[in-house]
């Protein structure tokens, strides 16, 4: 059954013009008691890893999105991440897209359940006090769809991701 999100992204972008990525999910969880959350392993099997609307870099395994994990998934934490500048630092972020600004948004890998993960997104262009770090109880999916469509407010420093229409750019595809 398909996640109510990635059907939600996949009507906002339509059909892909090439496949997604194959990932052996039971392979990456093996080798590094990672597990990723549904939505995520959805979209990255229907569009896989790329670009969207030439701003939004969504990584993959392939592309190094667990190099360098800085804690061991297969344990809980001492303590949640809380939602301060410091404590998000000091916590289990792990990234998997990012903006050609320099935004930067991960998973808050607090729970041993990655379909209970949420996100936040560091905002490296913040106006003079704006927040840099938003938080928000959700995942993948849901972020990248209210984002596209309007129903949450862009938490990049660009404006214009829920503009229509979208294009999403396999990074195998020729140009």
């Known amino acids: 059954m398909a996640h109510p999100a990635i059907t939600g992204v996949a009507a906002v972008l339509g059909q892909p013009g090439t496949a997604g990525d194959a990932v052996d999910w039971d392979e990456l969880a093996r080798t590094t008691g990672l597990r990723l959350p549904t939505d995520y392993r959805e979209f990255i099997a229907l569009y896989g890893g790329g670009e969207l609307d030439e701003y ?44 050609v600004h320099g935004d930067v948004v991960f998973w808050v890998c607090d729970e041993l359940d990655p379909e209970r993960w949420e996100m936040v997104v560091f905002k490296r ?46 990074w195998r595809r020729p140009l």
């Open 56 to 99: 939004l870099s969504i990584n993959t395994p392939a592309d190094g999105l667990v190099d360098g994990l800085a804690f061991d998934p297969t344990q809980a934490p001492d303590t949640p991440t809380g939602d301060s500048e410091e404590e998000l630092l000091d916590g289990r972020l792990l990234p998997v897209a990012s903006t």
């Open 125 to 170: 262009q913040a106006r003079y006090g704006e927040q840099r770090w938003t938080r928000y109880a959700m995942g993948f999916g849901e972020l990248l769809l209210g984002t596209l469509t309007g129903t949450l407010a862009s938490p990049f420093s660009a404006r214009g991701l829920d503009e229509s229409p979208h294009a999403y750019r396999h």
